[in-house]
Nanobody
Framework: VQLEESGGGLVQPGGSLRLSCAVS????????MKWYRQVPGKESDFVAF???????TYSESVKGRFTVSRDNAKNTWYLQMNNLKPEDTAMYYC?????????WGQGTQVTVSS
């Protein structure tokens, strides 16, 4: 099983990025999914959640700016990030889980800076 994030990069404040989490080896539709982010020296923070039925939740810090979605046909999740702020700078990770089964991606770096 592989989860591969992509789409990170350097963006100016107020800009947008779309992160992708492509999954191979399992059927995406059977898994819940969360996005996390982490800065060096700190614990990872929850960013967004999407259930198998499409229910979503977000951390307060990104609510209204970030949107999580899934394309089961492409076996890929997405995190659309708009109105990015410098404090959104972090390594972003996707996690697929169901029951006691957990899979993590390797992360993609997002840097918001002018």
């Amino acid at each position: 099983v592989q989860l591969e994030e992509s789409g990170g990069g350097l963006v100016q404040p107020g800009g947008s990025l779309r992160l992708s989490c492509a999954v191979s080896g399992v059927t995406l539709s059977n898994y819940f999914m969360k996005w996390y982010r982490q800065v060096p020296g700190k614990e990872s923070d929850f960013v967004a959640f999407i259930s198998t039925t499409g229910t979503t939740t977000y951390s307060e810090s990104v609510k209204g700016r970030f949107t999580v979605s899934r394309d089961n046909a492409k076996n890929t999740w997405y995190l659309q990030m708009n109105n990015l702020k410098p404090e959104d700078t972090a390594m972003y990770y996707c996690r697929a889980y169901v029951g006691s089964v957990n899979y993590w991606g390797q992360g993609t770096q997002v840097t918001v800076s002018s």
